[in-house]
């Protein structure tokens, strides 16, 4: 059974730092896809940065040029590197992985950012 876990929210200033990390366990295939999604409250959950198995990444206009997305292939982990976060990115984060033809998603973690 494939597990999908993120950790590493919390609460933050605005401007300040934090790491986000998601750990894939119990794939039978490889992974393709590594994307996060936040849902701020009362809001939908929004694409903010996808890698590929490759390495190419994409980010959400809102997020460009503060946040950075990467992942280690042999550990099935991703990570979300937040820089210079503001009040609005205040939300619950979720990892999407993408194996074997499906889509995997872990339980969140919360990130609050203070004004």
């Known amino acids: 059974q494939v597990q999908v876990v993120e950790s590493g929210g919390g609460l933050v200033q605005t401007g300040g730092s934090l790491r986000l990390t998601c750990e894939v366990s119990g794939n039978r295939f490889s992974i393709s896809v590594m994307d996060w999604y936040r849902q701020a409250p009362g809001k939908g959950r929004d694409l903010v940065a996808s890698i590929t198995r490759r390495g190419f990444a994409d980010y959400a206009d809102s997020v460009k040029g503060r946040f950075t997305i990467s992942r280690d292939m042999a550990k099935k982990t991703t990570y979300l590197q937040m820089n210079s976060v503001q009040p609005e990115d205040t939300a619950v984060y979720y990892c999407?992985?993408?194996?074997?033809?499906?889509?995997?998603w872990g339980q969140g973690t919360q990130v609050t950012v203070s004004s």
């Open positions: 999407l992985v993408g194996s074997g033809g499906y889509d995997y």
